[in-house]
């Protein structure tokens, strides 16, 4: 089993933009759908947004619908999430995660990836 890689965190100012990447392999590839979440400091986890692979619909969160888009590249297995108008509360460890048709939570998750939003 291997797990997806995100890439693509850091450090930005409010206002500011950063995109994360996610690529899944080898038994990840070809996915029922991939998705964001994320967890900041004393706070639980929760869903940022989603895609499916095949019909590539969208979901999101209603905190970040309007500021970040997920995307996809098909043939690289690969899924995108660019997040702008960045504020200090999107401050989190941002976690993709592969489904495959039995739930977010049984599908494999990511290492995590950091993103700070600080002036």
């Known amino acids: 089993q291997v797990p997806p890689v995100e890439s693509g965190g850091g450090l930005v100012h409010p206002g500011g933009s950063l995109r994360l990447s996610c690529a899944a392999s080898?038994?990840?590839?070809?996915?029922?759908?991939m998705g964001w979440f994320r967890q900041a400091p004393g706070k639980e986890r929760e869903f940022v947004a989603s895609?499916?692979?095949?019909?590539?619909?969208?979901y999101y969160a209603d905190s970040v619908k309007g500021r970040f888009t997920i995307s996809r590249d098909i043939a690289k297995n690969t899924a995108y999430l660019q997040m702008d108008h960045l504020q200090p509360n999107d401050t989190a460890a941002y976690y993709c995660?592969?489904?495959?048709?039995?739930?977010?939570?049984?599908?494999?998750w990511g290492q995590g990836t950091q993103v700070t939003v600080s002036s």
């Open positions: 995660v592969v489904e495959k048709g039995t739930g977010w939570s049984r599908g494999d």
């Open positions: 080898g038994r990840t590839a070809n996915p029922n759908a």
């Open positions: 895609m499916f692979w095949g019909d590539g619909s969208e």
